[in-house]
Structures are given as structure tokens and as C-alpha cells.
Nanobody, 117 residues
Framework: QVQLVESGGGLVQPGGSLRLSCAAS????????MGWFRQAPGKQRELVAR???????NYVDSVKGRFTISRDNAKKTVNLQMDSLKPEDTAVYYC???????????WGQGTQVTVSS
């Protein structure tokens, strides 16, 4: 069982930056593929960025060049650096952990990101 706790959300003006963090406990963090998803009102949850145990990353096209995902296996954390934020980035952001050797998937409780002037 893996527990995930997100932090770092908030209100920011367009063009600003935020850094989301996700702290994990339980399980073998280093083997998990970690991801950040988001869900805007009235929309489906979508993958924003993902990082594998070996450090390979992928991003949804809309955030490429603006967001950076990283992980620290020693601290059991995964971060999402979000720069040049746009109003369309407004959503609840969720941390996700997926065990590549099983069907186990875990979610955090979510953190609100609002981009508005």
C-alpha cells in the first residue's frame, strides 16, 4: 500500500510558476512509475506528466516546454515544476503511483491549482 500526499497548489497569475510536490510512504517507491494528472471542472482527468523508475519522462503536448517532472527516490518524492502557467492549466492536480509489475495504482487526494489574474 502506498500513500501519496500532494502539496504546493494555490492561486497564481498567468505567466507565473508553481511547484507541486508529492510525498510517498509505504511500498518500494523506486520501482513505481510516478505521474501527475489533472482534472478541470467538467472535463476528464488527464495525464500531465509521467516519470519511470529509470527517469524516462513524457508530457502531454499542452505542457511540453513549460512543466518539468522530477523524482527523488531517497526522499520518496516526485515534483512538478510548472512555469509559464496559463488559465487553461487550472485544475485539481493528482499524484499517481503505478506499480509496473502489478495492476496496483494509487492516488493522492489532489491539490487545487488556479491560474487567474
Amino acid at each position: 500500500q502506498v500513500q501519496l500526499v500532494e502539496s504546493g497548489g494555490g492561486l497564481v497569475q498567468p505567466g507565473g510558476s508553481l511547484r507541486l510536490s508529492c510525498a510517498a510512504s509505504g511500498g518500494r517507491f523506486s520501482i513505481y512509475t510516478m505521474g501527475w494528472f489533472r482534472q478541470a471542472p467538467g472535463k476528464q482527468r488527464e495525464l500531465v506528466a509521467r516519470i519511470t523508475s529509470s527517469g524516462n519522462t513524457n508530457y502531454v503536448d499542452s505542457v511540453k516546454g513549460r512543466f518539468t517532472i522530477s523524482r527523488d527516490n531517497a526522499k520518496k518524492t516526485v515534483n512538478l515544476q510548472m512555469d509559464s502557467l496559463k488559465p487553461e492549466d487550472t485544475a485539481v492536480y493528482y499524484c499517481n503511483a503505478a506499480n509496473p509489475f502489478s495492476a496496483a495504482v494509487y492516488w493522492g487526494q489532489g491539490t487545487q491549482v488556479t491560474v487567474s489574474s
